[in-house]
Nanobody
């Protein structure tokens, strides 16, 4: 099973940017669809962005479309989430996830099999 470790979270002001990283160990990510989810206090885990290398497709939640970009490197061991124009409502723990069904950038939590521990993003107003 692949292990995922997130990093890059922190405390920023509204309008600032952050880049989150998800680094895999054990295997490359080329056979997985990858995604970022987030969970705010008292809320359910929410889809943010997903990437399928096999289909060349990405998907984004409406709330982050145009502000966030998901990408991977050529080594297929890392996935990133570039977050621009951050808003207070983006505050959450952000999780990296991998799906063994690799041919689509799934948006539903149930499709994902492996999860990182999360990294906290806090955006002040």
């Amino acid at each position: 099973q692949v292990q995922l470790v997130e990093s890059g979270g922190g405390l920023v002001q509204a309008g600032d940017s952050l880049r989150l990283s998800c680094i895999a160990s054990g295997r490359t990510l080329s056979r997985y669809a990858m995604a970022w989810f987030r969970q705010a206090p008292g809320k359910e885990r929410e889809f943010v962005a997903a990437l399928s290398w096999s289909s060349g497709s990405t998907s984004y939640a409406d709330s982050v479309k145009g502000r966030f970009t998901i990408s991977g490197d050529n080594s297929k061991i890392a996935v990133y989430l570039q977050m621009n124009s951050l808003k207070p409502e983006d505050t959450a723990v952000y999780y990296c996830a991998a799906s063994r069904i690799a041919n689509s950038p799934w948006t539903n939590v149930g499709r994902y099999d492996f999860w990182g521990q999360g990294t906290q993003v806090t955006v002040s107003s």
